[in-house]
C-alpha cells in the first residue's frame, strides 16, 4: 500500500521549509525524481524551480511539466544568497576553478570575471558541487551554493552573497497530482499551447486575454521536439481558469491554438506581512 | 596597426566552415571571446549558435547580443550529429559518468536514459569534455561530441549519431560590426523590445507586425537584470527593415515598447539546393 502521508519532494531545502515548514520533507536528486515522487504517491507535493529574475527560466522544467500530468497548484518566492564555498584552510587566491549549476554560475557572473584565472565549471547542482568538494578534499576547487550547503558539508565559506544582483529571487511552483481539490483562491493559470503556421497565429491567441483585460504575467516559448522552428507557448495569466472570464478566454483560445493543455490554476505569490521571510517578495507585472 | 583581413571568430568549427569554406578562421574557447574577436578587429565576423531545434534556444547568446553593439548579418542552419566518445580501449558498459554541453546532454537524453547507472556531468563545450578524457585519460568517463572532436583528441567512437531526433538542427548566427553595409537580400529582422507594465502591451507590440502580415518566426523572453519578473523580448521577424513597410513596423513599435533595439537585418537561411551539404534544412515556419 502506498503512504499517502503529506510530504513534500524537493531539491530546494529551503523552497520545501517556505511552502510548508511543518510538512514532513523527502529529497530528490533530480527535478525528474521530483516527478516520480508525486506521481508514485512517495509524496503528496512536489516542488520546483521554474524561474529566476536574473538567470531566467529553467526551461528543463517546463519540458519537464509537459511530458508528466501533475498540475500546478502554488507558487512561492525565494530571495537567493549565494556564497563562495571551499575546503576549509583553502583561501580564495589558490582557486583555480569553480563548481555550480549553470542558474548558479549565472548569477554570480560578474563576481566570476572578477576572480583571475579560475575555470568555471557548469555541474548539475550547486550542493553537489559543494559535496564533490568534501568528498574529494578539492583544496583548489570553490563552489557557489548556499549557507546551508556550507552546514550540511562542512565547507568554509570563502566569500558572502557574491551574487550580481542584491534582487535575485527564484520562483518555485508546488506541483500535485490532479486529484487535488481546486483551489478556490486560485487568481492566476498557466497554459502551454502551440498555434498555426501562419502569420498573426501568436497575436490573434494572445487576443483572447488582452481583449478581456486578463494580464499576462509570463510568456515563454519551447521548440516542438522533431519539428524544427516551430514552438509550445508557456503563459502565465492573472485569472482563475474556472471563473466565468477564464474559462471563456480559454475556451476562445481553442479556436486559435493547434493544442492547448491547462497546467494548473492556483493562487499567485502575495507578500503576506512584512515579516523578514517574505520581504523580498515582488508583486507580479504584467506584459 | 589592427589586421582587417577577413577571418572568422567561431567555437563550432562546422558552422565556421559553412559560412565560408575559404575564410580564414580564428577558435575562440567561449562566445564572449567570439564578441571580443570581432569587436577588437581581430576577426571580421563571429559565429554564434543561437538555438537549436531540440534543446532549444542558447539565451545566453541573445544576453551577449544586448551586452554587446555587434549585428547580426547572416544565419546558417547544421544539421547536428551526436557521438558518444571515449578513451581508446574503453567499453561502453564501463563507462561511468558522461560529459558534455547541457545542449548535447538534452539532444541526447532517451539514449542517456538507456545507459544505467551512469552520472551526467554538464560541462561548457562538447570539445573541452573531449579534450578532458584526453587530458586526464579518463577510462570510465565518455564525452558527447562530435566526429571532428574524436579525430582530433584521437578517442574512440562508442556509438555514433546518438542524439534522440534525427532532425535535429542547430541554427548559428553571424554577427559583424555595424560598420558593414546594409544587405541588399535581407528578409528577416530580429529585434529585441521591453513593454511596459501593463494588460495588453505584448498584445499591442506585436500587433504592429500581425495586422500588417509580417510573419513573427521566433519570440524569445529574457529577464531584465534587476528588475523582477519584468521580460525583454527577442523577436525574429519576416521582414527587411528597411524597406517601408518593415521600418513603418518599427516605427509604430517605439509607440507601445518601452525600449526597443534592432539587433540586425540579414537574408534567412534558405535550401539554396538539393546538395547533402543543406540538405536538412527546413524553411522557418511562421507563429
Not at 189 to 204: C, D, E, I, Q, R
Amino acid at each position: 500500500m502506498r503512504d499517502r502521508k503529506v510530504r513534500i519532494a524537493y531539491q530546494s531545502e529551503a523552497a520545501a521549509e517556505q511552502f510548508s515548514p511543518s510538512t514532513d520533507r523527502l529529497p530528490c536528486t533530480s527535478f525528474e525524481e521530483v516527478f516520480h515522487s508525486v506521481e508514485t504517491g512517495a509524496a503528496v507535493f512536489g516542488v520546483l524551480p521554474i524561474e529566476n529574475s536574473i538567470g531566467g527560466t529553467i526551461h528543463g522544467n517546463y519540458d519537464l511539466l509537459l511530458e508528466h500530468t501533475l498540475s500546478i497548484v502554488g507558487e512561492i518566492q525565494l530571495q537567493i544568497v549565494h556564497n563562495l564555498l571551499a575546503y576549509p584552510g583553502a583561501k580564495i587566491e589558490e582557486i583555480r576553478q569553480v563548481y555550480s549549476h549553470p542558474q548558479g554560475l549565472a548569477q554570480c557572473e560578474r563576481f566570476l570575471r572578477s576572480m583571475p584565472d579560475r575555470k568555471v565549471v557548469a555541474t548539475y547542482d550547486t550542493a553537489g558541487s559543494a559535496k564533490m568538494i568534501r568528498d574529494q578534499k578539492l583544496k583548489d576547487t570553490a563552489a557557489i551554493a548556499s549557507e546551508r550547503a556550507a552546514e550540511v558539508f562542512d565547507l568554509s565559506i570563502l566569500k558572502k552573497s557574491i551574487q550580481d544582483f542584491s534582487h535575485n529571487l527564484t520562483r518555485f511552483l508546488l506541483v500535485a497530482t490532479s486529484e487535488t481539490e481546486p483551489i478556490a483562491t486560485a487568481d492566476k493559470t498557466t497554459v502551454v499551447f502551440s498555434v498555426p503556421n501562419k502569420a498573426g497565429a501568436l497575436f490573434k491567441a494572445l487576443s483572447v486575454f488582452a481583449l478581456r483585460d486578463i494580464d499576462l504575467l509570463k510568456l515563454e516559448s519551447r521548440p516542438i521536439r522533431g519539428k524544427p522552428w516551430e514552438y509550445l507557448f508557456y503563459v502565465d495569466l492573472g485569472m482563475n481558469c474556472n471563473d466565468i472570464m477564464g474559462s471563456r478566454a480559454l475556451s476562445q483560445l481553442t479556436e486559435f491554438a493547434s493544442s492547448l493543455r491547462t497546467l494548473g490554476t492556483y493562487p499567485s505569490w502575495k507578500e503576506l506581512s512584512s515579516e523578514t521571510k517574505q520581504k523580498d517578495s515582488q508583486p507580479s507585472p504584467s506584459i
